[in-house]
C-alpha cells in the first residue's frame, strides 16, 4: 500500500513516508497489532492453522450477514447477475491449496524503511480455499467484446492517502477467466471467519495477497484500465515518488527456514545445543515452481542444497530440509529460493512503497554445548 | 513479563528495559507481528470468532500428537494420575464464554514505556472454552494435606532474562480448585488450533491471560511458594528493578469502544460522517461484575452513562452503548468501567513490567458534514 499522510489527520514520521531510522512508529505498531504474520514455527505445517495464517485487512473488517448477502455481477455484460450465497455454494465446489503472501512483505527490512504495515519476513501462509471458479460465472454472463477489465470491489472502506474509498482491485480479462481463480466461500474446510472475508472473497493463486478481495460484493467489467486508488497508486513497483511505477502482480520466490531451537523472549535470537540438527521450511514461487533451496550457515559466503518435498499443491509451497552439525558458536544462517525461471532471491533489494521485499531471511542462532 | 535482556543475546533498547522514546524498538515490532490482537471492530460479536481472539505466546508454538498425549498429574497427591486426550474428553464437560485479557495489554500506552510485547489496547478476547473441571481430577488424585499450590507447566520452552525454562505457572489450591476453573480442549467449538493450546490448557476465568497455561503436559502439587520464573519474576507489579513487587492475578476493569466511523490506514484516525451515531463496545472486570461505563466525547472532561447489556457470562463481558449526536469537528472519544468493588478505571497508570494497564481508551475522531 502507499506511504505517505492525509491532510485530516496527523503527520506520520517526518511526512516522506519513508524513515531512515530503525526505530518504529507508533503507527506502525498498531497495524502491526492488528493485521498478524504467521509465527515461523508454522512452516512446519503443510496447511497452515486457520487462525495462524497471516491477515492484512486495510480499513475494518466489514459484518455482512449471509442472510441478504448477494454478489453483483455487472458492468460490460450481456445479463448483469445477482447471485445469493446458497446459490454461489450450490455451483461446482473446487478446494485447492494456495501459499498467499502480502505484497508488503519483507517491508519493515528495507532500509531506508517505507512506513507502512512494518512485515518482515511472516506474511504468509497456505490454505486450502473452497470455491465456485469465476471464469463460469462471467461466461454466463457474457462478457461482452470490448471488456478488458475485471473490477473486484470489497465491503471494507476506509481512507488511504486523504482518498476516501472502498478496496477495489481489477484483472484483466485474461487474468481474471483463468482457471484456478475462485470466489471462496470455506477457508480450511470452514466457513470464512470474517476477518478473512465473511462470505465471499476472491482468490487468484499466484498472485500477492491484495488480489484476493474480500468481502467481495461486486464484480464488474469494464473497457479501460482500473483508475482506482488500490490500482493506480498503491502497490506499485516505484522507486522515486510521483513515478507511476509498475504494478506489483505475481508472488516472487522465497523461502523460509522455521528458526531452530528455542527463542530468546524479547531478542527472538535462537539458542541451540550442539550436534546435528535438520533445518527445515518451506519454498515458493506464486505461479512458477521452486527449482532449488540453499542453506548458508555462515551469513551467506557458503550454500549447501537442501532437499525438497513435493510442493504441497500447485499454487503452494514445498518444503525443503537440510542437515546441519552445528558447533558451539554464533551463526547466521540463510536461505534462498531459485524458481523455474532462474531468478533467486536477492541479499537484499529497496523501493519506495516496499514492495515484493524477497530478499534472504536471516536467522541468529547461539548455539551452546549444553543448554541451561 | 519481565523487562531485559539477556547476556547471551544483543541489548535491546538502553538494557534498561525501560524506553524513554516514543519511538518503538525492532524487537518489539518483531513480537507485535508474531502475536496479536483482536482488531477492535471485533468488539461487535458477544463471542470473539476464534481466528480474532487475541494470542500471546513467550516462546515458539509446540507442536503435539494427539495421540500419545498424557497430563501427567502428580507431585503431593496420594496416586500420580496420567490421562490421554481421550481419557479427559470422556470426563464431564463445561462450556463456558470467557473475557480473556493479556496482563501486558496497555502496556505500550505507558511513559516511559516498558520494553516487551508491546500492548496498546487489543490484547482481547471472549471465546466459549469447553474443558473438563479440575476439582474434580484433583479430588481423585488426592491432595495431601500439606499441599498448598499446584503448579501447571506447557510444553513450550524458551529463554527469558538468560533463564531457559519451560513456561510453568502455579495457583494455591484454593484457587486451582474453584468450580469454573478448565482443562479445554476445544475453543469456539472446534478443537484447540495448535496456537491456543492443542491439545489442552487450562482456563482460569478472571485471572489475566498468563495464568491459562496452554500446551498442558503436567499438574503438580506443591507444599511452597512457587519459584519459577514466570511467577517469581515475571508478572509482578513493581515500580523499581529488584523489588519482588506483587503479584499480578485478577482482570482489572476495562471498557472498549468499537471505533465508530471508517479509519484512515495509517494513523487508524476514525472519520465520521456529521449526525446520530450510536457508540459502542462491550466491557469486562475479571471476576467482578462491570456496574457502569461511561463514556466522554470531549478528552474527558464530562461523562455519560452508557445503557449496559446483560453480560455474555457470569466470567465474560457485557457490550454498553451511547448513542452521539456528532457535529463536525475533532473529537477525542473515551470510555471507563466500573465494577461492583467500586473500582474504576483510571486516566493513566504505571509500573515496572506494563502489567494490568486498565487506563481509559482514546480514540482520536474527524467529524465531517459529507465524507468523499
Not at 502507499?2 to 516522506?16: C, E, I, K, Y
Not at 493485521?35 to 497471516?54: D, F, K, V, W
Not at 481489477?170 to 480450511?188: C, F, G, Q
Request: hydrophobic share 40%.
Amino acid at each position: 500500500m502507499a506511504h505517505g499522510h492525509s491532510s485530516r489527520f496527523h503527520t506520520v514520521g517526518d511526512g516522506s513516508g519513508i524513515e531512515h531510522s530503525d526505530r518504529f512508529t507508533r503507527e506502525e505498531v498498531a497495524l502491526a497489532l492488528r493485521n498478524r504474520g504467521m509465527p515461523l514455527e508454522g512452516l512446519r505445517y503443510p496447511i497452515t492453522p486457520s487462525g495462524m495464517h497471516y491477515l492484512l485487512v486495510h480499513f475494518d473488517i466489514p459484518h455482512i450477514e449471509a442472510k441478504g448477502y448477494r454478489l453483483h455481477i455487472g458492468g460490460l455484460v450481456e445479463r448483469g447477475v445477482s447471485l445469493s450465497l446458497d446459490e454461489i455454494k450450490a455451483r461446482p465446489a473446487v478446494t485447492m491449496p494456495v501459499t498467499m503472501e502480502c505484497a508488503g512483505n519483507g517491508r519493515a527490512l528495507m532500509a531506508p524503511r517505507p512506513i507502512s504495515q512494518p512485515w518482515m519476513v511472516e506474511a504468509i501462509g497456505t490454505a486450502e480455499w473452497t470455491g465456485t471458479p469465476l471464469a463460469p460465472i462471467l461466461d454466463e454472463a457474457g462478457l461482452r467484446p470490448e471488456s478488458s477489465e475485471i473490477v473486484f470491489t470489497g465491503a471494507d472502506r476506509g481512507v488511504q492517502d486523504n482518498n476516501v474509498h472502498l478496496y477495489e482491485r481489477s484483472l484483466t480479462v485474461a487474468e481474471a477467466t483463468r482457471e484456478e481463480v475462485l470466489l471462496a466461500y470455506a477457508m480450511n474446510g470452514a466457513p470464512l471467519e470474517p476477518q478473512h472475508g465473511f462470505p465471499l472473497r476472491l482468490i487468484v493463486p499466484g498472485w500477492y495477497g491484495m488480489t484476493n478481495v474480500k468481502w467481495l460484493t461486486s464484480i464488474e467489467a469494464i473497457d479501460h484500465e482500473f483508475g482506482g486508488f488500490q490500482q493506480a497508486e498503491a502497490y506499485r513497483y516505484q522507486t522515486e515518488s510521483g513515478e507511476p511505477g509498475e504494478p506489483v502482480t505475481l508472488i516472487r520466490p522465497r523461502a523460509l527456514m522455521a528458526p531452530p531451537g528455542i527463542p530468546d523472549f524479547l531478542t527472538r535470537t535462537r539458542l541451540l545445543e550442539a550436534g546435528r540438527v535438520t533445518l527445515s521450511g518451506r519454498a515458493w514461487a506464486g505461479r512458477e515452481q521452486v527449482t532449488g533451496v540453499e542453506v548458508s550457515t555462515d551469513g551467506g559466503k557458503s550454500w549447501s542444497e537442501a532437499v525438497l518435498e513435493a510442493p504441497v499443491g500447485r499454487f503452494a509451497w514445498r518444503g525443503w530440509s537440510c542437515d546441519w552439525d552445528a558447533k558451539p558458536g554464533s551463526y547466521e544462517l540463510s536461505v534462498r529460493a531459485t524458481c523455474a525461471t532462474g531468478a533467486r532471491q536477492p541479499d537484499e533489494m529497496w523501493n519506495l512503497q516496499g514492495m515484493g521485499n524477497n530478499a534472504c531471511q536471516r536467522i541468529a542462532v547461539v548455539v551452546e554445548e549444553r543448554l541451561a
